[in-house]
Nanobody, 125 residues
Framework: QVQLVESGGGLVQPGGSLRLSCAAS????????????MAWHRQAPGKQRELVAL???????NYQESVRGRFTIARDNSKNTVNLQLNSLKPEDTAVYYC???????????????WGQGTPVTVSS
């Protein structure tokens, strides 16, 4: 019903920048389906998945301490998209980055979480 598709990952040198994008699609989006919070998570090799940044529908944001001031999350509710600007990248930012969304079906008032397939980010010289 709902798909989240990420793009924008890749290889970048330390200190460099990347912009990740995520687009949500589904036939009922904007009508019966309502996107609440959107977020970016990441999972480094051998580590658990962790929340990087979250943005509410109204635009309030929250960041993991290690990325605050370097990463910026933004969304466009009219396009059902969320982006993550990654600046001043460090080798420890290397991970697969996942887009996530909390979506409510208004006709049943049920809420489910959705994940994208992930996009890899490698920070290395």
């Amino acid at each position: 019903q709902v798909q989240l598709v990420e793009s924008g990952g890749g290889l970048v040198q330390p200190g460099g920048s990347l912009r990740l994008s995520c687009a949500a699609s589904g036939s009922d989006l904007g009508s019966d389906l309502w996107i609440n919070d959107m977020a970016w998570h990441r999972q480094a090799p051998g580590k658990q998945r962790e929340l990087v940044a979250l943005i509410t529908r109204s635009g309030s944001t929250n960041y993991q301490e290690s990325v605050r001031g370097r990463f910026t999350i933004a969304r466009d509710n009219s396009k059902n998209t969320v982006n993550l600007q990654l600046n001043s990248l460090k080798p420890e930012d290397t991970a697969v980055y996942y887009c996530a969304a909390s979506i409510t079906r208004r006709s049943t008032m049920t809420t489910n979480g959705y994940w994208g397939q992930g996009t890899p980010v490698t920070v290395s010289s």
